[in-house]
């Protein structure tokens, strides 16, 4: 039996996107990890009970709202349902039982979904956020009409504040008058106001578990947001979990308004209501505040951008040259501002954090370091925090990591969920990975204990291909993700692998290839004629991914230096075990039968994705059925690309092949060309 829960908290954040006046209104936000989808799955089942339950319970009470927890961790389902406080029984009930449908097509997959439609809000989740009163999930969504406003906006925004305002009195008023036990705070109100908008129309709402002083807070900071998201516009919605808002110069709400407001005064001065979070003389019981509503809520994706592009501008005025290419274009920001950002609070990242406290450190890159966190909801997260000393590169990473991964949904992607600017100060904010990075498997098995089975490490080559194919070929741009390594693979609970890190991701667009002035990458894994030439295509990621099938298949770094400090390349070694069908010395001892063959079969694919020339290399998708396909014949692999260091000894190649020299001190690679005809 579904249990009710009681459910507080404040409604903050941002998602901004416009809406036409013919589109039906729904949107999905998607988080967390994801789900099987088999029909024996225990996640699953539990998802579809609180399902059924969910319409009809919601339906039955008067305030249109209900909630549950079904099952056990890790497959426990938590969800709630809040149907708008002018709808019918029939209405709400329809509205409720679509949103898990749509979940499952907005979201495939996701064990976190928010789901907003006109009639309804439902959210289900493997958190347990109901059981965290007064603390709101990390997210809200602003939507705008995408009509221009035809009369002056500031008069016209300090209406819709007053309105706004009221409406939130009004609503908090008529849930205190209520004997029922269980109080709906709900209000609808319209203002007059001027030609060729005769009235404007508002409506606000609460789920009833929440305090009066609960929920005029959560509303509160929606109304506060209005400046930062909805100014300007001549109908809006900020909608969150725990309460909504959206007001409109067309009538949209059933039966009277409960509050009418006469128009304003000729000339008002514009009307914003403080925040709850507003620093007062108080200042540690603000802090709480601020910690416990987790996100801003007064700052519109578009304007941190704006501050972002004009930093980057400062910073090149002071020494850099833009390129017509640069990143910080105008139709870039414009794009941006559509992406599915959110804005994270520094405080809330700090306490997450612990200060971003050693204890809490995961790891650290060039040009950032990575925090594991805490929200005050339960959920864990993993906080990149750019490095000063790389600022006006950092900058560049971020706008870019942004764009790239807002958009993107693949369960062996990282979730971005949001980031943080902060003074001169930025971070990026992901979905926690449990198990940390592969190289921690493959290459420090001994001193932390783990180990990988074969069939985890094939499950792990195939999940790769699966993350680089969509990115080439499924999403909605094709993305070039040009730094694939064993550290940007990350593993979760059930060592399922996750692509990260894209702060050096090339948009391709319509284009099979570009040219790039600025190589960046990591020694051993760049496409030689990447490193070379800056020639950006999807080869390049074949390239790499080659290289990452043969060091796990090897459970080797794709360089090493011997007790001499002599260079040992795993190309060259792999490719002299497959020549002299001495393969079985680079594999697992301890593999037999079918695990041994279908370890050879990966070499010989990593050996033919390592190919010098990148019209020799198969495309990701080729890849992606060569692993899946057992009795596919594969084709004989001829030399790889090798690269050497510096100071290592350059071994002659036959047939005139090139060797790649690779100066790792500062990411330039010089061709020779050796013309000994005699085999190694």
């Known amino acids: 039996m579904v249990g009710i829960h009681s459910i507080v908290a404040v409604a903050v954040a941002i998602i901004m996107l416009p809406l036409t006046a013919a589109q039906p209104f729904r949107y999905s936000t998607c988080a967390g990890g994801t789900y099987d989808d088999a029909a024996t799955s225990t996640f699953k089942g539990n998802l579809e009970l609180l399902a059924a339950a969910l319409p009809g319970n919601a339906s039955a009470t008067p305030a249109g709202f209900a909630a549950g927890t079904v099952g056990a961790v890790p497959n426990q389902v938590s969800a709630l349902a809040l149907c708008r406080g002018d709808t019918d029984a029939p209405t709400c009930r329809e509205c409720v039982a679509a949103s898990l449908p749509g979940a499952r097509r907005d979201c495939p997959g996701s064990k976190d979904v928010t789901v907003y439609q006109d009639a309804c809000v439902v959210r289900f989740s493997d958190q347990r956020f109901l059981d965290f009163v007064g603390v709101n999930s990390p997210y809200a969504v602003s939507y705008w009409d995408a009509d221009s406003l035809a009369v002056p906006e500031a008069r016209f925004d300090a209406a819709v504040a007053a309105l706004m305002s009221a409406a939130a009195d009004r609503a908090v008023a008529a849930a205190a008058a209520s004997s ?23 409506l606000e709402q609460c789920v009833p578990d929440m305090s009066a002083a609960q929920c005029r807070s959560c509303l509160r900071n929606l109304v506060a947001s209005i400046p930062g998201f909805l100014n300007g516009k001549p109908g ?54 601020r ?75 060039g040009f950032g370091i990575v925090y594991k966190g805490k929200l005050p909801d339960g959920q864990e997260i993993a906080v990149k925090k750019l490095l000063d000393s790389a600022t006006g590169h950092g900058l ?68 790769i291909a699966k993350g680089i194919m969509y990115l080439h070929h499924d999403s909605r741009i094709r ?54 030439h800056g020639s950006v295509s999807p080869k390049v990621d074949v390239f790499s991914f080659g290289v990452l099938v043969l060091e796990i298949v090897a459970r080797r770094r794709n360089t090493s ?43 010989q694919i990593g050996l033919l994705c390592a190919q010098p020339d990148p019209d020799d290399r198969p495309d990701i998708s080729s890849v992606v059925f060569m692993l899946t396909r057992d009795n596919m014949e594969l084709q004989a692999p001829a030399q790889p690309a090798f690269f ?4 290592s000894t350059v071994v002659s190649q036959p047939y005139e092949q090139r060797v790649y020299v690779y100066d790792r001190s500062d990411v330039t690679v010089n061709e020779v060309t050796l013309t000994d005809p005699h085999p190694r």
Request: hydrophobic share 40%; with cysteine; net charge positive.
């Open 180 to 202: 029922s036990a269980r109080k709906k705070y709900f209000a609808t109100a319209v203002m007059d106001f001027d030609a060729p908008y005769p009235r404007i129309y508002g």
């Open 561 to 603: 230096f011997d007790d001499c400090d002599n260079v040992k390349n795993l190309l060259s070694d792999v490719w002299n075990c497959w020549t002299k069908g001495m393969m079985s010395q680079m594999m697992d001892q301890n593999l037999e039968g079918y695990s041994r063959t279908q370890a050879l079969r990966c070499i």
């Open 479 to 532: 993305i070039i993700h040009r730094d694939l390594k064993t550290n940007n693979i990350l593993l979760d609970e059930n060592a399922d692998p996750k692509i990260a890190d894209f702060g050096l991701a090339r948009l391709l667009g319509d284009h099979t290839q570009t040219k790039t002035a600025t190589v960046a990458g990591t020694y051993g894994y760049m496409a030689p004629e990447y490193a070379m």
């Open 291 to 365: 910690a416990a509503v987790g996100v801003s809520a007064g700052v519109a994706c578009l304007v941190v951008f704006i501050l972002i592009f004009s930093a980057v501008a400062v910073i090149r005025f002071k020494g850099k040259v833009a390129t017509k290419n640069d990143l910080f274009n105008t139709a870039a920001l414009e794009k941006m501002a559509r992406a599915k950002c959110m804005i994270f609070d520094f405080l809330t990242l700090q306490e997450a954090t612990e200060n971003f406290s050693e204890e809490r450190k995961l790891g650290q890159g």
């Open 396 to 463: 560049l990473q971020l706008q870019n990591e942004v764009q790239v991964l807002a958009t993107l949904q693949h369960k062996n992607l990282v979730r971005l969920h949001g980031f943080c600017v902060h003074r001169k100060e930025m971070m990026l904010v992901y979905e926690f990975i449990k198990n940390g990075s592969l190289d921690t498997f493959l290459f420090e098995d001994t001193r932390t204990g783990n180990k990988l089975s074969w069939d985890q490490q094939y499950n792990i080559i195939v999940g």
């Open 644 to 647: 050497f260091g510096r100071d």
């Open 236 to 289: 809006g919605r900020s909608l969150g979990i725990w309460c909504n808002l959206r007001y409109s110069v067309r009538p949209f709400f059933n039966g009277s308004a409960m509050l009418h407001l006469s128009a304003p005064a000729s000339a008002p001065a514009p009307t914003v209501v403080p925040s709850v979070d507003t620093p007062k003389a108080g200042a540690g019981a603000g802090r709480k505040r």
